[in-house]
């Protein structure tokens, strides 16, 4: 028989997580001795801690470990569910690393190029919507104003830093007769009006996104280049295309210095 020193610096795990293992009822001791409340451990719980870290080195929860241990016939059934999540990561994982690659290589001077398209998640947010057909893009600039005046009129507080996008949902560039939804994100709803709805969007935890500068009827020319890279990196889209906007009219005078994020949610 080993005492808990004894089996931790045999095993090369610490007395904290044994005595822990015996809470979860993962690991108990072979018995505890009754006058002075040691717990002691044999030959079946070195073997079972060999099974554990062996699970644990493979990335199992705890729980399936436990279960693993418990019921020999899930062996098998949770080894091919652990072996799909680690070929989706792998696959994850070289797109990423395809991400960086090509990043790297459009780097110059120290500078990034503006056009290169990274992958980044977009969080759920509560907005000031308000959706339109709008017949061009210079139609924001008489849209835009109106619904500001009407947030204004409610008290709805702006979130920072400031976070204003627009949904398209036609699903692809067009340069006229657009479907457009126009979101200010907010701390928190409002009362709605006809024209402006306060609602939640969801968030996507992997979007393709490009930074386009310049005026919005250029928009088209970064579009093209961020949908050609979805379809030949193999990736799927998840939701409309949105454009935050983060420079523009209100700060800089010359179009050629607005900024605008093109971002594509993408399926996981």
């Keep these: 028989m080993y005492s808990i020193g004894d089996f931790s610096r045999i095993s090369r795990v610490t007395t904290k997580t044994l005595r822990y293992y015996d809470k979860i009822d993962l690991l108990k001791p072979e018995r505890i001795d009754g006058t002075n409340g040691y717990r002691l451990y044999g030959i079946k719980q070195l073997k079972m801690m060999q099974n554990i870290l062996a699970y644990k080195s493979m990335g199992f929860s705890l729980d399936d470990i436990k279960l693993m241990i418990n019921n020999k016939n899930l062996i098998e059934e949770l080894m091919n569910k652990r072996l799909n999540e680690l070929n989706n990561e792998l696959e994850r994982t070289n797109k990423s690393k395809k991400v960086v690659t ?157 900024l605008t994020e093109i971002q594509i949610p993408l399926k996981d």
Excluded at 177 to 194: G, H, M, R, W
Excluded at 205 to 229: C, P, R, V
Aim: charged residues 25%; negative net charge; aromatic residues 12%.
């Design 102 to 258: 090509d990043f790297l290589k459009n780097i110059k001077k120290g500078e990034i190029i503006m056009s290169e398209i990274i992958i980044k998640s977009l969080t759920e947010v509560t907005v000031a919507s308000m959706r339109t057909i709008i017949p061009n893009y210079n139609s924001y600039f008489e849209i835009v104003p109106k619904m500001g005046e009407y947030m204004n009129s409610v008290n709805a507080v702006c979130l920072e830093p400031a976070y204003c996008f627009t949904i398209y949902h036609d699903g692809e560039y067009k340069e006229a007769n657009i479907d457009v939804e126009i979101c200010e994100a907010v701390v928190s709803p409002c009362k709605d009006s006809e024209a402006v709805k306060f609602k939640t969007i969801k968030g996507y935890k992997n979007a393709a996104t490009i930074l386009h500068k310049g005026d919005y009827q250029s928009l088209g020319e970064s579009y093209n280049k961020i949908f050609m890279w979805i379809e030949e990196n193999s990736l799927e889209i998840a939701d409309n295309p949105r454009e935050s906007y983060i420079d523009g009219i209100w700060n800089r005078e010359n179009p050629k210095d607005w």
